[in-house]
């Protein structure tokens, strides 16, 4: 279960966030003292992908409406309830021709793609009859009723799957983690069963002293903290750390220029703290493990800063967080390796799915082999009645027939005895076969 493949993609709510493209909050930075080159203004920052199914067609449609000047100027008025409630899906009757037309297009290009997905599942399971229009039904990003024009429910529907995909995709991410967790405990357990007592003592021995030099490490600071804040301030971005300033912290690290700070911009801000206890270098380190501390740490900024749930953080709302008491003063910072990540009641459930998962294969294994099984004895069958007619037509020609003075016929070796030798022999290859 290689779960790790998975999650190099960050998750971040593309409408509100990739559509707003606003002027920047006016800040003034003397940028020949940050580290590294910066962004260029102009350059077009590209955004990771969600991990979406439809992430290529989220960000054409994206792109196209983009470049409609009455939508777009009815987007930067709109707050995140208008566009999560669906009255900005409205706007799109008074969009351009050209526009309409397009978006028209990429829809009739994603009903054709996800009938074409569709069909290649149905043909890997040698099924016909194919109704595409109720197995599209579990598409809801789309208007499916519609193949063929783009109309504000298609707008509306994707803004509403996108929202809640998205708000969906964490709580998969911690899922996927706690079940790549089991499975590697699992395998240990597997693996020490398999070892005599002086072997298991030692591959013990070994885990445990793994444990304790993946633990020791330097403090990781509160994420959110001034602390931590300040000490991205100082070592990544190269400035005097008693010139720490929350508000050009803010410009410095919206990297688009958006005015927010959404997902994929915080979880960059905890990289020197996973760091401190992450090396992909070493062993006792798990790379997995880094990327759901990551999300935790997100998470919890989140929960702390977000005020209004919109997954995106405001200057103002990032300036009221640095006001609190927890910004001066935080809980310690507790880790995964601190954790218990799942009891062992949730290992022996998941053990239990496991079996079950191999029980069903073996069964699906046997089934095949007794359908092979019943193949080999319909042809064995087959060809012994061949076989038995052979013979037959060998004994009759057993006295071969005198000629006018009484004279034997000379009989030379005919097709039947080849094709005799031909069918014993495969007989003899199917018995071995068996």
Known sequence: MKWRSLLPQQCILLIPCLLMALEAVPIDIDKTKVKGEGHVEGEKIENPDTGLYYDEYLRQVIDVLETDKHFREKLQTADIEEIKSGKLSRELDLVSHHVRTRLDELKRQEVARLRMLIKAKMDSVQDTGIDHQALLKQFEHLNHQNPDTFE????????????????????????????????????????????????????????????????????????????????????????????????????????????????????????????????????????????????????????????????????????????????????????????????????????????????????????????????????KQELQQVVKQMEQKKLQQANPPAGPAGELKFQPRTVLHVSLKIVRSRIRLIFREE
């Open 152 to 379: 504000p429910k298609d707008l509306d529907m994707l803004i509403k799957a996108a929202t809640s995909d998205l708000e969906n995709y964490d709580k998969t991410r911690h899922e996927e983690f706690k079940k790549y967790e089991m499975m590697k405990e699992h395998e240990r357990r597997e693996y020490l069963k398999t070892l005599d007592e002086e072997k298991r003592q030692r591959e013990e021995s070994k885990f445990e002293e793994m444990k304790k030099k993946h633990g020791d490490h330097p403090k990781v600071h509160h994420p959110g903290s001034k602390d931590q804040l300040k000490e991205v301030w100082e070592e990544a971005d190269g400035l005097d750390p008693n010139e720490f300033d929350p508000k050009t912290f803010f410009k410095l690290h919206d990297v688009n220029n958006d005015r927010f700070l959404d997902e994929q911009e915080l979880e960059a801000l905890f990289t020197k703290e996973l760091e401190k206890v992450y090396d992909p270098k070493n062993e006792e380190d798990d790379m997995v493990e880094m990327e759901e501390e990551r999300l935790r740490m997100r998470e919890h900024v989140m929960n702390e800063v977000d005020i209004n749930k919109d997954r995106l953080v405001t200057l103002e709302e990032f300036l009221r967080a640095t006001e609190k008491k927890e910004f001066l003063e935080p809980d310690s910072w507790e880790t995964l390796d601190q954790q218990q990540l799942f009891t062992e009641d949730e290992l022996k459930e998941f053990e239990s799915h496991i079996s079950q998962k191999k029980a069903e294969e073996l069964q699906k294994q046997k089934e095949e082999l007794q359908r092979q099984h019943d193949q080999l004895q319909a042809q």
